[in-house]
């Protein structure tokens, strides 16, 4: 089966400090990857998505970057946090072919102070 | 561009009332797909359905059932006998045929609590 794998579960960082969270999924090959961040309220926004290996699309501007330097691997990045860059970051993955739903990893809870 | 709106911010209701949750959704794609996820306090969201624009039949899962209607563009989701355990933030998310990747567009997301 298919299991996503998302950390640290919990991070604080000062402002103006780099940033790597990492996400792996097991169990599938060749998945669409994502990026979503909750900011503080519910809303989920699509941050990155990536359909294959080194293929990254932005969905928004913003101070973060993201890579997949391997099939099952997706990293979110930033070289210097902003205090706007606190919120729970969810990787997720969804199957390649047809339309199908996307699992969640269990979150990254970022604090930059 | 497509749009998913849950008007409900936040419901409670006392346990084994039934709840019922709006979703309304804007695409002009003639082929899309609904979900709705749970996010229990820990984080992590869960799927919970998906439904292909092209099949409106009603959906029925243990308590919970989901309510498609293409004419009036609604996904309506209802926990019937709610339990203790139902209090979570529900979204509902939107996927069109046409977006690259399977992206997904989520509602504000409806915060439940139900109260023993």
């Known amino acids: 089966s298919q299991t996503i794998h998302q950390w640290p579960a919990t991070l604080v960082q000062p402002v103006g400090s780099p940033l790597s969270l990492e996400c792996t999924v097991e169990?599938?090959?060749?998945?669409?990857l994502y990026w979503y961040r909750q900011a503080a309220g519910r809303g989920l926004q699509l941050l990155f998505y990536?359909?294959?290996?080194?293929?990254i699309s932005s969905e928004v501007p913003q101070n973060l970057s993201a890579s997949r330097p391997q099939d099952r691997q997706f990293i979110l990045s930033s070289k210097k946090l902003l205090l706007s860059d606190s919120g729970f970051y969810l990787c997720?993955?969804?199957?390649?072919?047809?339309?199908?739903?996307?699992?969640f990893g269990q979150g990254t809870r970022l604090t930059v102070v | 561009a497509q749009k998913v709106t849950q008007a409900q911010t936040e419901i409670s209701v006392v346990e084994k009332e039934d709840v019922t949750l709006d979703c309304v959704y804007e695409?002009?794609?003639?082929?899309?797909?609904l979900f709705w996820y749970k996010q229990p306090p820990s984080g992590e969201l869960v799927f919970l359905i998906r439904r292909n624009s092209f099949d409106e039949q009603n959906e029925i899962s243990g308590r919970y059932s989901w309510n498609f209607q293409k004419s009036t563009s609604s996904f309506n989701f209802t926990i019937t006998a709610s339990q203790v355990v139902d209090s979570a933030v529900y979204f509902c998310a939107l996927s069109e045929d046409k977006a690259a990747g399977n992206k997904l567009t989520f509602g504000g997301g409806t915060r439940v609590l139900v109260k023993p």
């Open positions: 169990g599938t090959s060749n998945p669409n």
């Open positions: 990536s359909v294959g290996i080194g293929q």
């Open positions: 997720a993955w969804s199957a390649d072919t047809g339309r199908t739903e996307a699992f």
């Open positions: 695409t002009r794609d003639t082929t899309y797909y």
